[in-house]
């Protein structure tokens, strides 16, 4: 399976994603970073994105809740490359009903080799890249051979 180059620029598309639990330190991470934020495009489910537009004062493109289909909704955006990062503060002590939801996300996520945060340390990380303002190349596999891997 041969690569492709997907170039981001400098201004990211960012998903912010939080369970009920995280909701908060989300917030408080947003918060520590809102002048790194501010020119990017921000994408949030639900409350989420709801509590972030309230608190930050930035333009958030707010998706369903979660389980509504606002996880599948960032997926298909990720598989779309309308989604470049996906920060996804996730509860793993506390049994979600949309556990399925949840790992398609980070499945999309790990498919199309987006950056992702699943905590504070892993996000600081990636915010604080010399790569998060600038142009990257990302690779992906190329997928259009992929429904022909039975035929062979």
Known sequence: MNNIRISMCPDKKIALVA???RKQDLLEWAKFNLVLLAHHKLYATGTTGTMLE???GLTIHRLQSGPLGGDQQIGAKIADNEIDFLIFFWDPLEPQP??????????MAVVWNIPTACNRASADFMISSPL???EY?????EYNDFPK???V
């Open 19 to 21: 369970h009920d639990n």
């Open 54 to 56: 309230r608190e930050l």
């Open 98 to 107: 949309h556990d399925t939801d949840v790992k398609a996300l980070l499945r």
């Open 132 to 134: 998060m303002d600038g």
């Open 137 to 141: 190349d990302r690779l992906i596999p």
């Open 149 to 151: 891997r039975w035929l």
